[in-house]
Each structure stands twice: as C-alpha cells, then as structure tokens.
C-alpha cells in the first residue's frame, strides 16, 4: 500500500492540491485501527504530516489518559501533536489549552476543532516551555509527551528528551498541583523517579495484549499514596500497591496444568513479580496452576506437552509440532532463534514456551490456545 501512495506523489508531483489530498488518504489508512473512534466522530480529520500520525497517541490509549483526570479540570497540554489527547479531554468536559510548536500541526488541529465544534479547547502556536514561563494562568493538571526521537536517535532518558522535564519541573509546578508525563514502554521506571528527583508518584503502565504501549508518571504533589497501576486495554486493570511484597511458591510445569503469561504492561509494571502465584522459577515470569484463574493479570494456556531441550526432542520437535508460535522467558536464545533452532515454521494455535524451570533445567512446554476468559 505504500508503494500506491509513493506512486501517487510521483504521478502529480508538483500538484500540491493532490499531494495534499494524497497525505490524507495515507494518513487515514495509517491510522484506520488507532484512531477508528476520531475518525468515525471527524471523518475529514486533518493530517499535518504522516510523522505526527504515526507517533500520535490511538484513541484506545487517550481514553486511559481521559479517565486519569476529572470532568470540569482545566488541563494544559504542553506538546499537543495530531492533538488525539487534547480531544479525548475536551470531549470528556475539561477546558482544554493544548500548545504546538509546530504552526501546521496546530493550524491542523485547529480546523478539527471547528468541525467538532468543540468550545472548550484553546489552541496556541508557540513553545510551551517559553509560553509557560509568562503566563499566569493555573492548571488542575499539566500533561506532556517529551518528544524521544531526534536526528541522533530514540531516547529513554527524560533529560534528553525534547522539553526536558527534569529542567522545567519546578516552573510547571508553579503553574499546576499535578503533572501527568507520558513516556516510552522502554523507560527504567525507577531510574525515572530518581531523574526527575519527586522521591515517588502514580506509575500507569498501558498496554495491549502483544506489547506495552507507555509508560505514565502521575506527579501530584498532595497525594501521599502511591501505586502502581498496569491497564491492558480491554481487560481489567491490575493495581500493585506500595505496600505489596511477592510471595511464590516455585513449581514444575505439567500436562494438563496452566501456564500463565502475565500481559505486557504488568510485566513492566510488576517486573514479572505477582504476589500470591506460584513461579516456574525466580527468573522464570511465568506462573503455573491447576486451573484457570479470571483474577490473574494475563494470557492463560493449557499445557499440552512438557519437553527437555535437547538434541533428541529439538530433532524430533519439528515432526510432531510443524507450526507453533514460539515466546522465550529466562532461555538461554531468543524466539526467533529458538524458531531456527527447532526448524518450525510461525502461526498456528499451539504456542511453544522456552523457558527455564526451578531445578535450572531447560524446558519447552508446548500448550494450547489461549483459555478465553470474561474480562
């Protein structure tokens, strides 16, 4: 589908009405699935670049960012974009002030507000961080998405990244009590704390059930108590207090048993640690049980095989189990090598887990399609 699109610019290069119509139309496929309720709400929502649509926050996740804050707040966003999360709390009843410092992104959003006909949202071109410094407007809240990517690369560390919070904290909280920062899914949660040098906050780990999207921090400077809160999206949420420690019991994986793979943002969130389960292995983040449990924070798979790697059962593996999806945790090769290594091919509804269980041994545990489960 690219290549249409790159035919297209090529076939009216130099017409800038139909280059532009053509950017649209990219822009819309790109974001058909993450932005399906904006664009089923604006369907001539205005692209300013196929950059911002790309790094702009879906629609599922901009929800979680809406229901972090209350009806009524007065909320500035300090690096607005495509301007997904400015709508999402304006369409939730907070008065908006969303800063870009890009003059077509905020004309674009702009022109999507006055087709929404949204009131409560005030656009400004501008730098926020310089913007910030002059006003004297107060925020119930302050959100901001630090830009990570730059022409050296991607960045995990907030001081490198584009404003750097760590510089600006004090002036923000001059002008707010509480400050929501979005940051990348990579992001060392305890090293981030430190950086930002707030002793503790809110940690809102979002994911889906592939992968982690981003990691939250929710500054507030009149909260005492701090969790950790690991959203999948389309599943319950799974709260870690500050007060919980991780008690397992470590048990071997067998036939007709679960496996439990907790979901990516509990992952991060928890580090693979969930109090009160039973651990293949201290190393090993996946759990076992007798049966299914609804409350557990993850994917559950009945387990069909258990089998040691070695050369015998890697020989004869490809034989009896020709197409597997293939998940490593605690092994001593990846997934893609493991593939290579068994000779298999991707897909299928059987699921292979490399894995290192409680006695060192390596294990493949060979388990069928994940358990559907209400919630």
Sequence with gaps: MSEDFSRLRLKYHGDKRMLREILQMECRHKCSKKLSATLSELPDFEFPSIALAEMSTSDDVADVHSSM???GDRILDMTAGLGIDAL???????DVTAIEIDKDAA???????RSLKRGNIQVVHGDSVEWLKTTQEHFDVIFIDPARRDSSGRHFLFSQCSPDIT??????FARCDRIIVK???MIDIKSAIGELGI???NIVVIGNNKECKEVVFDIDRNNAVYNTECVTIGRQCYTLSGKDTTTNLYVAPEPGKVLM???PAVMKGTGGNI??????????HLYISDESISAFPGLQYKIKDVLLFNKENIRRFRNDYPKVNVVTRNFPLSAPDLVKKLKVREGGDITVFGATVFDGSKVLIVTESPIQLQG
């Design 199 to 201: 002793g503790n906050c």
């Design 261 to 263: 793979q907790p979901y």
């Design 167 to 172: 510089a600006i904290l004090p002036c923000m």
């Design 183 to 185: 940051a990348s899914p």
């Design 275 to 284: 109090a009160g389960y039973d651990k293949m292995h201290p190393f090993t």
């Design 88 to 94: 999402h709390f304006a369409k939730k009843g907070c």
């Design 69 to 71: 804050v209350r009806a």
């Design 107 to 113: 004309d674009a959003l702009c022109n999507n507000i």
